[in-house]
């Protein structure tokens, strides 16, 4: 990340206006993979067998070794050679909620194991940076002294001293977003690799327990970041944003009651925002936090809970320009906060967008904001739109995402990309030697950064494609982590189905609903009830689909635990439960079913409701 100074010619806005604007189509899956492959250019430390950007090479090999402690790997953030802990561990949490979310869609395109492999590429690096319960190394590097230089990775000489937070130097920022890294990222490999998963979680409590117990800001301990990555908005953020992501994970009532108790003292439900990044975590505290009050996980909360989710939406409305107060877009439609690197602020928030969307046609619910009603569809519009100016749809017709489309940047502010590959010429490039040679070349570069997503256009739509002019052409990690969910949910496709929120209800929901679907049949004398309902249709490409909701209730005075359900006759997706084998049982964040209440699961497919039927259970 560049701090630099400098004055950037830009050409008038009326000569801009001329070019077209780029309408076709978007291959949302391609821009997928190039996504993912992104994050394998910014590896650092010893690069595996099957890394397929291959004009990099191990780095970084001596990491920690000064300090005593092996903190090879790890992802270089952007276009320099320095490991920061706390916009890597936003990346990775991004990253993993991208795949909680739409991990089904992902493995569809056949980019799940990729996307795992990326996660996994920065949790194992935090494992070896937390060595201690109450100790976490969270810089490799210093700023000042590496943009001083422009090397290769492979060619390092800068100082690669390694700094931490403990006790008697916190940083419950910083230890906070490593726990909400973890905590996602546990839910990620809960069935591939459940033992990682599981030391993940235990991570993530020790690293909570650390943050809140010993508080204070991590730049005032690590002061060599404050120039580059200063926590503005302090740590009260990423200590509720942790406890969110713990109770994501494990379901426990302590984080809930966190969440609960402290939403008024620490900001959650006080914060009305318009921004969401690694700084700011206001909005994805709030709108996971609304996602449980729809879950009806509040319990005892639900009126802070409610406080949480107006200032969710208060957030969504700004994005949409309907709220009392309107996130700033360019003429072209770009929400446009600052000047450096403003794409980061466009995928944040068109995440969010989009699982908020999804969230309100799970619970059939609009957003009522200033200017009017919102719908789910124009959340999910609106991050399309946005997704959309990033490919190309913009006035310039140029695709801010290096590598795809016919006109992308091609002189993109990134040290590796920008030096001809030590694969294929090994000569030292000197710390200067590299501004005179490589920095100042006007040319294209010679290694494709693929993926890769670049500041952006400023405020009236212009972009300069030149490798001085970091404020607009050096990417991020975190430009990229919050894009892999929205394109991933854009590929599925927006007319077909929706990605859908399982929700536990006290009860049935009882309102009348059209073409009642047959009740599955069960035992007069089971103490578990089904029944189904078709709660929409639609047409698309000539094929009608129906939405049906099959709600479970435990009719005993006894927890239900250990269900098992038989469902045949499915011809398309299902969301709210899990496969075992043959067999579904309850969603991985239920461990069981109170007596009264009931769990509810969809599917969506063209044809009659599928069977579906108890195979085993046992009650408490």
């Known amino acids: 990340m560049e701090k630099f100074v400098r004055v950037v010619s830009m050409a008038p806005l009326l000569l801009l206006l001329c070019f ?26 010893f690069l595996p067998p099957n890394q397929r950007v291959t004009w990099r090479s191990n780095s970084g090999l001596y990491d920690g070794k000064a300090n005593g402690v092996d903190l090879v790997g790890g992802y270089y953030d952007a276009g320099d050679n320095v490991k920061f802990g706390l916009p890597m561990a936003f990346t990775v949490t991004m990253m993993s909620w991208s795949i909680i979310e ?7 395109s056949g980019e799940l194991g990729h ?20 100790v976490l190394y969270g810089e490799v590097g210093d700023g000042n002294t590496d943009h001083y230089c422009w090397q290769r990775p492979e060619d390092m000489t800068t100082n690669r001293q390694a700094y931490k937070i403990s006790p008697s130097n916190p940083g419950s920022d910083l230890a906070g977003e490593t726990a909400a890294a973890m905590a996602a990222a546990s839910i990620v490999f809960r069935r591939s690799n459940p033992a990682y998963s599981r030391e993940l979680l235990s991570h993530a409590y020790q690293l909570f327990d650390f943050a809140d117990k010993y508080r204070g800001k991590y730049d005032s301990s690590i002061t060599v970041a404050q120039k580059y990555y200063q926590s503005v908005s302090g740590y009260n953020d990423e200590l509720l944003w942790a406890a969110a992501w713990l109770f994501q994970a494990s379901n426990n009532q302590y984080y809930l009651d966190y969440l609960g108790n402290n939403g008024g003292s620490m900001g959650g439900t006080g914060w009305s925002m318009t921004e969401f990044g690694w700084d700011v975590k206001y909005p994805g505290v709030q709108t996971l936090v609304a996602k449980f009050l729809m879950q009806g996980r509040a319990g005892s909360h639900t009126a802070v809970f409610q406080k949480y989710q107006q200032k969710a939406e208060y ?14 877009k360019t003429p072209g439609g ?114 494709l950064l693929t993926g890769a997503i670049v500041g952006g256009p400023d405020a009236y739509d212009n972009f300069a494609d030149q490798r001085d002019n970091y404020e607009q052409t050096e990417p991020a990690t ?86 098992k359900l038989s469902v045949s006759k499915l011809y398309g997706p299902i969301w709210g439960v899990t496969k075992y084998g043959n067999s579904y049982g309850f969603p991985s964040w239920i461990n069981s079913l109170p007596a009264g209440k009931s769990m509810e699961f969809v ?3 063209s044809a009659s409701p599928a069977n579906v039927l108890v195979s085993s259970y046992s009650l408490a």
């Open 20 to 45: 077209p604007f780029a309408l076709a189509g978007h291959d949302y899956g391609q821009a997928l993979s190039n996504s993912i492959l992104f994050f394998e250019a910014q590896r650092s430390g």
């Open 102 to 108: 739409y991990g089904s869609q992902m493995a569809a």
């Open 115 to 134: 996307a795992m492999d990326a996660v996994k590429w920065g949790t194992d690096y935090f494992i070896k940076a937390h060595p201690e319960p109450n």
């Open 315 to 328: 957030f969504m409305c700004s994005c949409v320009g309907k709220g009392s107060q309107n996130a700033q």
């Open 334 to 447: 770009l929400i446009y906060r600052q000047r450096w690197n403003n794409m980061q602020f466009v995928t944040s928030a068109s995440f969010l967008a989009t699982v908020y969307s999804d969230y309100l046609t799970s619970s059939r619910s609009t957003i009522q904001c200033a200017s009017g009603n919102v719908a789910p569809n124009e959340l999910l519009s609106f991050a399309k739109s946005q997704v959309d100016y990033i490919l190309g749809d913009n006035p310039r017709a140029t695709s801010y995402m290096v590598g795809y489309g016919n006109n992308y940047p091609q002189q993109v502010h990134h040290r590796a990309s920008s030096i001809v590959s030590y694969k294929k010429d090994s000569s030292f490039v000197s710390c200067r030697g590299g501004y005179a040679t490589w920095f100042s070349r006007k040319a294209s570069d010679p290694n």
């Open 478 to 563: 975190y430009n990229n982590a919050p894009l892999l969910g929205i394109l991933a949910r854009l590929n599925a496709g927006h007319g077909g189905y929706n990605q859908l929120l399982p929700v536990v209800t006290t009860q049935p929901k009882a309102a009348p609903l059209p073409e009642v679907a047959p009740a599955s049949p069960a035992p007069s004398s089971s103490p578990i009830a089904i029944s189904q309902r078709k709660t929409t249709s639609w047409i698309s490409k000539g094929v009608t689909y129906y939405r049906y909701s099959a709600i479970v209730t435990n009719k005993s005075a006894k927890e239900l635990t250990n269900l």
């Open 603 to 605: 599917y969506i497919h």
